[in-house]
């Protein structure tokens, strides 16, 4: 069962912050960020693993919240080039590093 | 480091034909994904190899899909014979088997429309 994305949809003025969620019903080894852009190919932006470590790419940052089985993507401060859909792709402890997507985010960062 | 290869970029047939897509990971990896995905969704996995055993093709329409990876290198997916709904982009992604866990890396993908 894939996860779930929300909201499905932001629309964000530059400077703006923004919270993606990504919620499953199974219990989760780690969450794998991307973003893609139109036309192109989905570019890795972060794992987190479970245990409610924090990462950071630029002033994208991610949380893991175990007891929820869910992840969060903040974007801070948005950027025009943030704009995309960022996908969460989850991973289950033995599940042979297979990642299932969820439906994904669009994010229209304007000036 | 050279990036996920795929070709063709873009393709176009008719539905009934048969039609090829060919990938070449990132050197060194021995995992090697192939998935589907439709306008407006998630990619969704098709088949994942690792060197040339299949590990998971549970999702793979094995009717009318067929993948190989004979020298546990590049990859070939193959559909035949192709149905409107195959229309999607194809993406390619490897990973090494190194580290846990993995980080996937996508090629550009290939753009099928089945008319």
């Known amino acids: 069962q894939q996860p779930v994305q929300s909201p499905q949809a932001v629309i964000l003025r530059e400077g703006e912050d923004a919270v993606i969620n990504c919620s499953s019903s199974k219990a989760l080894y780690s969450v794998h960020w991307y973003r893609q852009k139109h036309g192109e190919a989905p570019v890795f932006l972060m794992i987190?693993?479970?245990?409610?470590e924090q990462k950071g790419h630029e002033k994208i940052s991610a949380s893991f919240n175990e007891k929820k089985q869910q992840s969060s993507l903040y974007l801070t401060a948005s950027q025009l080039s943030y704009s995309g859909t960022y996908f969460c792709?989850?991973?289950?402890?033995?599940?042979?590093?297979?990642?299932?997507f969820g439906g994904g985010t669009r994010v229209l960062v304007k000036p | 480091e050279a990036g996920v290869a795929q070709s063709p970029r873009y393709k176009i047939i008719e539905k009934r034909q048969s039609v090829a897509f060919w990938c070449n990971p990132i050197?060194?990896?021995?995992?090697l994904y192939w998935y589907q995905q439709i306008l407006g969704q998630g990619p969704k996995l098709l088949i994942q190899f690792q060197n040339n055993g299949v590990v998971d093709d549970s999702q793979l329409p094995k009717d009318r899909f067929s993948a190989e990876r004979l020298k546990g290198v590049d990859s070939t997916l193959k559909i035949q014979p192709a149905k409107l709904e195959d229309s999607a982009v194809y993406l390619c992604a490897s990973s090494s088997t190194s580290g846990s866990p993995k980080t996937q890396y996508f090629g550009p993908g290939t753009r099928l429309l089945v008319l």
């Open positions: 792709g989850t991973e289950v402890r033995a599940a042979g590093n297979k990642l299932t």
């Open positions: 050197s060194g990896h021995a995992t």
């Open positions: 987190l693993l479970k245990g409610g």
